[in-house]
């Protein structure tokens, strides 16, 4: 793998960071509207983007179901129409419904079992987890009973995709003692061998430190898919005081290791719905009959490594808004990932990078000064020539060549970041933990528009 990395050209690598062209920065991704606008009554249902899981062949829509927000009557699931929008979905392609033992008071895996076992089992696939939160629960028989209560609630004999219940929040040890130690990652893989495990994976909240560990061990532990929090906001402004990890990271990790990504919060718990009103009014100025949320989903379903986008359908307009979407998705254009960059600035701020000078990460074996080339880049964002505004703006080509300026005055320029091969060599020497090579993107990118 690190001779691989080596070898790996720097386009390939700007693309994996999703800056520049029609790659990842811009893959700015679909969405289930319901907030605003209609639903596209002139979709398609016979086209909705379908995703081929490179692992097992599985064709999965791109737009997922998520069992977590169902319709309710007096704050009881409301069965019938749940059975109505699982018919709807079914007939107009979407075929991947996620769930969990814990949604719904404990009742979404029943409902959605209800729902999914009047159609053939050939026709879905069905995620569930194993949500043993409770330390009292971190023991091989406790788990067992989990998941065979999830395969008799959902009436099933397999599940397509079983995830391990939101990892990462307290810590890689925490990671070993639940599942490791207690014998429970051994049953799983078992489980998976046997063909009542269809595909294994994660769904992944929290530290970075225990995500390196699940996918650089990934020999050992060989998950089918990740599932992650992914929206235009978390890809670089994901809240780190609250112990999240920018999805940029966290996707590209998971592209280069060879595992797709199943993708939550598309719309940032809603937020991504209800943009303040300039915002709206420069997306409406190029899609002028797009809501934001159709936007946010634009954004994320245009990633290539994504395998499904999943939304909370509680209404059938919602459901039919999400259809219209997706069947099939109009992937963002480079102008359009440009701008859903340049909004997510404008939403949180440009960030600088946190590098305290302590060159711990030095000397870099190519040449590169990392330190300075982050330095230089904050001093850019401090000194208000950063971020670049639009091509199209006046300013643009002056406030490029003051960002080179600053570079060539601070810097040998066998030194800048436009030397950097991905090697990751750096990267357990940072103490502030900073993602150096995807840093090293950013800033090259910058460095070579001119």
């Given at each position: 793998m690190a001779e691989n990395r080596q070898n790996r050209s720097r386009r390939d690598f700007l693309k994996r960071l999703g800056w520049g062209g029609a790659s990842a920065v811009g893959i700015m991704a679909m969405s289930p509207l319901g907030a605003f606008g209609k639903p596209e009554e002139q979709a398609d249902p016979a086209k909705m983007t379908i995703r081929e899981n490179r692992r097992t062949g599985d064709k999965v829509s791109l737009l997922g179901y998520g069992m977590m927000r169902l319709p309710?009557?007096?704050?009881?699931?409301?069965?019938?129409?749940?059975?109505?929008?699982?018919?709807?979905?079914?007939?107009?392609?979407?075929?991947?419904f996620d769930t969990a033992p814990i949604y719904h008071g404990g009742h979404s895996e029943e409902a959605t079992g209800i729902a999914l076992s009047r159609h053939p089992r050939d026709k879905y696939f069905v995620a569930t987890k194993l949500s043993?939160?409770?330390?009292?629960?971190?023991?091989?028989?406790?788990?067992?009973?989990?998941?065979?209560?999830?395969?008799?609630l959902l009436k099933?004999?397999?599940?397509?995709?079983?995830l391990l219940h939101n990892v990462g929040g307290k810590g890689t040890d925490d990671f070993k003692a639940r599942f490791e130690d207690s014998g429970i990652m051994e049953f799983v893989q078992q489980e998976r061998k046997a063909g009542r495990i269809r595909n294994l994976g994660f769904s992944f909240h929290g530290s970075v430190e225990t995500f390196d560990y699940l996918i650089d061990n990934n020999d050992d532990f060989e998950w089918d898919f990740v599932q992650i929090q992914m929206n235009y906001i978390d890809w670089r402004h994901a809240d780190a005081r609250r112990g999240n990890t920018d999805a940029e990271y966290l996707?590209?990790?998971?592209?280069k290791a060879g595992i797709q990504c199943v993708i939550m919060e598309p719309l940032l718990g809603g937020r991504l719905a209800k943009v303040p009103e300039d915002v709206q009014n420069m997306m409406m100025e190029v899609r002028p009959s797009d809501s934001p949320a159709r936007w946010a989903f634009r954004w994320v379903g245009s990633h290539p490594n994504v395998l499904t986008v999943l939304s909370g359908m509680t209404s059938m307009?919602?459901?039919?808004e999400n259809v219209g979407t997706f069947a099939p998705?109009?992937?963002c254009s480079e102008s359009e990932n440009t701008l859903m960059a340049k909004i997510a600035d404008k939403m949180n701020g440009v960030p600088v990078i946190p590098c305290t000078y302590c060159k711990y990460c030095m000397p870099c074996g190519f040449g590169l000064n990392i330190p300075e080339n982050f330095a230089l880049y904050n001093k850019a964002v401090t000194d208000g020539v950063l971020p670049l505004p639009d091509k199209t703006a006046p300013d643009y080509q002056q406030r490029l060549a003051d960002v080179n300026k600053i570079f060539q005055k601070g810097l040998n320029k066998k030194q800048w970041a436009t030397k950097c091969t991905d090697c990751e060599a750096c990267l357990p020497k940072c103490p502030q933990h900073i993602r150096i090579p995807n840093q090293m993107g950013r800033i090259a990118e910058i460095l070579r528009k001119r």
């Open positions: 309710t009557n007096n704050r009881a699931i409301n069965q019938d129409m749940v059975n109505q929008e699982i018919d709807y979905a079914l007939a107009h392609g979407v075929n991947y043993n939160f409770g330390r009292d629960q971190w023991n091989l028989e406790s788990a067992k009973k989990m998941y065979q209560r999830s395969m008799e099933v004999d397999y599940i397509d995709y079983y996707y590209n990790k998971l592209e307009e919602v459901l039919q998705l109009d992937a």
